[in-house]
């Protein structure tokens, strides 16, 4: 698999406030997915992007799959302190997933 | 519920124990596999097996030894641990091998220390 960077590695926000966390990789990605854990839980996958300028929307979360299949993005409006958690991307290439560091986002109520 | 089952969920042994962990997983999915997940590390990939026959080893210590007997049932023997091994090793399924069908289900992890 292939390297994704992940920033911000951390982030913290007033509840209501936006957030976005970014996924970049220096090569074309043949797809992400997005995963939450919750703190002392396991990874839960929230979407699956493929095709180039892809974008999907679960409620307060927007996915976004850049044009050239470089990058990606995961915003969330107005957050709640259910939000809480470290969100990953993770690179899919044949059955190997490559994660990022992952960005951890707490939210003061 | 995640439909995948991992056991014990904590777990200390010395440097010459040998202990096993455990996965099963309820979800008729063909794909298993273990990933190791380390403070301020990402998650990395360990094994991948699919309908019982091994297809990967990321480069892993053979003092890691996975046993997949049946397509429910994944096990991760450890035996001569060092301390850096202690995480948390997260095993997890998919419908069938191949990232393009879809999600992992990740099981609620092994926490291992190692003394």
């Known amino acids: 698999g292939q390297q994704v960077m992940q920033i911000p590695q951390y982030q913290h926000v007033q509840e209501g406030e936006d957030f976005t966390t970014y996924c970049n990789s220096s090569t074309t990605l043949s797809n992400i997915q997005w995963y939450k854990q919750r703190p002392g839980g396991h990874p839960v996958f929230l979407i699956q992007l493929v095709k180039s300028g892809e974008v999907k929307k679960q409620k307060r979360l927007t996915f976004q799959f850049g044009e050239a299949k470089k990058n990606s993005s995961l915003h969330i409006t107005a957050t709640q302190t259910t939000d809480v958690g470290t969100y990953f991307c993770a690179e899919g290439s044949n059955y190997k997933l490559t994660f990022g560091k992952g960005t951890l986002l707490t939210v003061n109520p | 519920e995640t439909g995948v089952t991992q056991t014990p969920r904590h777990l200390v042994m010395g440097m010459t124990n040998k202990k096993s962990l455990k996965c099963e997983q309820h979800l008729g999915h063909n794909a298993m596999y273990w990933y190791k997940q380390s403070a301020k590390k990402p998650l990395e990939l360990m094994f991948v097996?699919?309908?019982?026959?091994?297809?990967e080893n990321n480069s892993v210590p053979s003092r890691f030894s996975p046993e997949c007997p049946n397509s429910s049932h994944l096990f991760l023997h450890l035996h001569t641990l060092q301390p850096e091994d202690s995480a948390l090793y997260l095993c997890?399924?998919?419908?069938?091998?191949?990232?393009?069908?879809?999600?992992?289900?990740f099981g609620e992890g092994s926490r291992l220390t190692v003394l």
């Open positions: 097996y699919s309908l019982e026959e091994r297809v």
């Open positions: 997890a399924s998919s419908q069938v091998l191949g990232v393009m069908s879809g999600e992992l289900f």
